[in-house]
């Protein structure tokens, strides 16, 4: 973070709605609650101010993931989470007290009549310890306190139904339940289909949703309104299952789990719930040949069964909770060094970004796992669903280079194994590792969605980030000679871009884009530094080093307007403009490649075309981009604050205007805050400019 210059915080007025209740930070348009894959992604998607009783939980994609819970205190029931309907059962809502969030965890407060229950969402972020941080569940912990002094009966419920396996309800599914020092129900489609989605959601695979068992603790499976009927009414669940297996909308089969916290005065230690998503093997990869290896998360290095995973996983809440806290800290002292605007955004973006990724291993011939063999995969999630999109991956690079590196080298990994197979046939970089998560079957025929400038630049901009930021250059050596093959036809095409798309295609293809040459030269003199990092020859070092300074000094002139005020977006047109934020990786790589005038010339110009919601991506529309390298990435490379704080602000502004309730989006119209398509992409890891 520190490209973004330290300095004080400003405020910004949002235009969301009044609130019943305290937000902090802010109140953004949907919530994180369990969200750790691309499959475990469930959200409180509230718009403007929906409490966490007022709507049901969702995936990313708006399909509701029955999540309910509900309390009894001193006889009277209470929900907290989710909107049931329950005939035969009364109960009113818990009434909202506050809400915030941090880079972890989500925590309500809930009035429930004489007590108050605070609901804490975790999704761990354990980016150095790559067991805890492939392991896909969330927690949530539910406590209690009697406001008024006095004891109160306190009855804790919650459960999930069926819809978090398919995103076909009309599918049948099969369940079970076990009881031993954990209850665990698992719920999975009857018929299962390796390595597909529908509608984003895995067909295959299984949920969990587990509690700590004890005498005071129950479980029952079957129909929504039985199974809540049951403990609004009782207190209790009846230790019974349901053997009718049926679709996922067939009598809605819910899981449910409670607790009897007894009678309580002091605040309660929490009642400890997981949920998770589990599919194995996870993903199948190209190998050599066209041949496809099934790979499994990092996880089954240490556990032999699932029961064991969750056994370890709820054992561990008390010190997954300390670790996140200081995570959490760790986090909003960096982030607020820069302004509070800044530390919320990036808060609000991390456990979006981290839930994208997988971490996985190969298994060797005997079928045990090749903990030397890691490689993560990242779901391009809400765009096309690719696998390892380069232009996805670049936009999110910063989260990892800020909390381990190494994650950034294992997602580089795959991209360069396969095409160092001499199965991609384009000399270019290619675009992702396969059309359709989970499938990183590659793309023998080279047709993928060509971008090539765009991937090139960002292969060898991203492989020596890593190789600066941890002294590792095992990753450049082993890959030098597609690193030079990238960079070969970068020198042919970066000065003036062949008409093509960018990462921005979404506006179209355009010839001879100022910003795309920007990223090409900037690779350029990039592998210069990769060539001396490996020992290459001095004279190939020299060679690179000279043709992006000479391309420096052509661009200028080819992209400069004919007022001097700003550069184009195309090579002579005047008029044009648009955010130059591939200059960011000048910054990033301390290349000091493009002369400071540019810098302050553009940091003047983008004052005088800021719209309410920021700065537009360039004169063809009035949308504009955030979550990658687009908004935020432009103020980092801003030369005084004023400017540097206006892009801040109109992202906080943004995800905070109350107008969509989609998952954080990186897309949207400056003119008044309204989303386009994107939303709960991994990108928004670029908010941590590092």
């Avoid at 509230?46 to 819970?69: C, E, H, K, R, Y």
């Avoid at 293809?509 to 290459?536: D, E, F, H, P």
């Avoid at 990033?588 to 005088?608: G, R, S, V």
């Amino acid at each position: 973070m520190n490209i973004l210059r330290a300095l004080s915080a400003i405020s910004c007025t949002t235009v969301a709605a009044a609130l019943a209740w305290s937000a902090t930070p802010f109140n953004p348009a949907a919530i994180p609650l369990a969200v750790r894959s691309p499959y475990l992604s469930a959200w409180l998607q509230q718009g403007s101010g929906a409490a966490l009783n007022d709507v049901w939980p969702t995936f990313w994609t708006g399909q509701i993931v029955g999540w309910a819970g509900f309390v009894k205190v001193d006889g009277q029931s209470f929900s907290f989470l989710g909107a049931s309907n329950v005939p035969g059962a009364t109960f009113v809502k818990a009434v909202q007290k506050s809400f915030q969030f941090s880079s972890t965890q989500s925590i309500f407060v809930l009035s429930a009549g004489p007590v108050d229950i605070t609901i804490t969402f975790l999704s761990p972020v354990e980016p150095t310890d790559l067991v805890k941080q492939s392991i896909p569940f969330s927690y949530m912990a539910v406590s209690a306190s009697s406001m008024d002094g006095a004891s109160h009966s306190v009855q804790v419920y919650s459960d999930i139904s069926a819809e978090w396996v398919s995103g076909d309800t009309s599918l049948p599914v099969d369940w079970s339940t076990s009881s031993n020092n954990v209850i665990t129900h698992q719920v999975q489609l009857a018929r299962q289909i390796p390595f597909s989605e529908l509608s984003d959601r895995a067909q295959y695979g299984a949920a969990f949703f587990s509690t700590p068992s004890s005498a005071a603790s129950t479980y029952q499976s079957g129909a929504d309104v039985v199974v809540r009927a049951q403990f609004i009414n009782n207190g209790r669940l009846t230790n019974t299952q349901d053997s009718n297996f049926r679709p996922i909308s067939d009598n809605w089969p819910v899981f449910g789990l409670s607790h009897d916290l007894g009678s309580i005065k002091a605040a309660t230690d929490p009642v400890v719930f997981s949920v998770g998503h589990i599919r194995e093997p996870a993903l199948q990869y190209i190998i050599t040949n066209g041949a496809t290896q099934p790979r499994s998360l990092y996880f089954w290095s240490q556990f032999s069964c699932t029961s064991a995973v969750i056994s370890s996983f709820l054992g561990e809440f008390g010190a997954a909770l300390s670790r996140a806290q200081a995570f959490d800290s760790k986090v909003t002292s960096d982030a607020a060094n820069i302004s509070s605007d800044y530390a919320s955004i990036v808060a609000l973006s991390i456990r979006q970004a981290m839930g994208a990724i997988e971490i996985t291993l190969s298994r060797n011939s005997n079928g045990s796992l090749n903990t030397t063999d890691v490689v993560v995969f990242m779901k391009e999630i809400s765009s096309d669903g690719n696998v390892n999109t380069v232009d996805v991956i670049f936009p999110a690079w910063p989260v990892l280079l800020y909390t381990n590196p190494a994650l950034g080298k294992f997602l580089l990994e795959g991209l360069f194994r396969y095409q160092a197979t001499g199965q991609y046939p384009n000399k270019w970089s290619v675009h992702d590792l396969g059309a359709h998560y989970p499938n990183a079957t590659g793309h023998n025929d080279g047709k993928d969605e060509a971008m090539p400038v765009e991937e090139s630049g960002n292969m060898v901009i991203m492989a020596l980030s890593y190789a600066q930021k941890t002294g590792d250059n095992s990753q450049l050596s082993r890959y030098v000679s597609l690193l030079n093959q990238w960079t070969q036809f970068l020198v042919t095409d970066s000065l003036i871009p062949a008409n093509q798309i960018s990462t921005d295609d979404f506006a179209g293809a355009l010839a001879n884009q100022t910003n795309l040459a920007i990223k090409g030269i900037i690779g350029i003199k990039a592998m210069s530094q990769i060539n001396q990092l490996v020992g290459g020859s001095t004279t190939m070092t020299t060679n690179y080093s000279t043709i992006a300074s000479s391309f420096v000094a052509q661009w200028q002139t080819l992209a400069a307007s004919s007022s001097g005020q700003h550069l184009t977006l195309s090579y002579g047109n005047s008029a044009s403009w648009g955010l130059s934020y591939n200059l960011y990786a000048d910054k990033l790589l301390k290349l000091d490649l493009f002369p400071n005038p540019i810098y302050t010339m553009q940091t003047a110009w983008y004052k005088t075309v800021a719209q309410p919601f920021g700065v537009p991506l360039d004169t063809r529309h009035t949308y504009t981009k955030s979550g990658t390298d687009w908004e935020i990435w432009t103020a980092a490379i801003m030369t005084d604050t004023s400017a540097r704080d206006l892009f801040i602000s109109s992202v906080k502004k943004w995800a905070s205007d109350g107008l969509s309730s989609q998952p954080l989006g990186d897309w949207y119209e400056t003119t008044n805050g309204q989303p386009e398509s994107f939303r709960a992409r991994p990108v928004v890891g670029g908010h941590l400019g590092e």
